[in-house]
């Protein structure tokens, strides 16, 4: 949000050695056709793209570049930023998992605050929260059509804290594929269970809550969804679902800030 921010990013982000990734400092974008840009002209250029609904035209006269070097150099960035950080976000649940007594701690205290009584049994471990969410895409594959959303799109399964951190986005996986699916295919609660080994035998694990559309799973504490829920059980999902605001507005705030992503 501010150009003096910019060196300091750049950085953290392409200068700081990673031994333990085998990553070196980078001086300059090269991209496989020969084009060659300016590091930092190259960050700001990515910045300038995917926070605004500008197209790659309308950049050229900001940048002195044409499109299609324009386009080349963002791939080239993309994919460094994917390659080198990407991990960070699809599988890096052991991080977050010194969070989760302070997480579970937040959510009982406002689940307290909103209802005046205690997390019911189901919900009392939810540390977290999981949902899936489709990003529309220009594409005609059939693979890709969703026929809940009625768009083309990509399918990511987002866990968020209560802090407002994405902890994970799992995917992309093709847009037919529903929240079901992609809970089975992320393995999300068995890596779960993993972050959290160290809490050893007997100790009560931390869950991830989630609507109807996950199942039951080891630390996976979706809503009731069975085929006649009980007075009971349709007043839990109510009284938890009033908490899940805070899921769905981190999952969508990336969407809404960064319009190409």
């Not at 994919?79 to 960070?88: K, R």
């Not at 471990?125 to 009625?150: A, F, M, R």
């Not at 768009?151 to 992309?172: K, R």
Request: aromatic share 12%; proline share 5%.
């Amino acid at each position: 949000t501010d150009r003096a921010h910019i060196p300091d990013l750049i950085a953290a982000l392409f200068q700081t050695p990673n031994a333990a990734r085998n990553r070196v400092a980078l001086l300059r974008w090269e991209c496989p056709n020969g084009t060659v840009e300016d590091l930092e002209v190259g960050f700001i250029m990515f910045l300038y793209f995917i926070s605004f609904p500008r197209k790659l035209f309308a950049m050229q006269e900001i940048f002195g570049r044409d499109y299609s070097q324009i386009s080349r150099i963002l791939k080239a960035i993309w994919q460094h930023m994917n390659q080198t950080w990407g991990w960070l976000v699809t599988n890096n649940l052991d991080y977050f998992s010194a969070r989760l007594p302070r997480y579970n701690e937040a959510f009982r205290a406002k689940y307290h605050q909103m209802h005046g009584e205690p997390v019911s049994p189901r919900f009392r471990q939810v540390g977290l929260l999981t949902d899936g969410t489709k990003l529309e895409i220009c594409s005609s594959l059939q693979h890709n059509y969703s026929g809940h959303k009625h768009i083309y799109c990509l399918s990511f399964l987002l866990t968020t804290g209560m802090d407002g951190m994405v902890v994970e986005a799992f995917g992309a996986l093709v847009g037919s594929d529903n929240d079901h699916h992609m809970q089975n295919a992320s393995n999300l609660g068995n890596r779960l269970l993993m972050a959290q080994a160290h809490r050893g035998p007997g100790v009560p694990l931390f869950q991830t809550g989630s609507d109807k559309g996950l199942h039951p799973a080891l630390c996976v504490a979706p809503m009731h969804n069975n085929a006649f829920n009980t007075p009971a059980q349709d007043l839990e999902n109510t009284m938890f679902s009033s908490l899940r605001a805070s899921n769905e507005w981190d999952m969508g705030r990336p969407k809404h800030l960064f319009k190409f992503i």
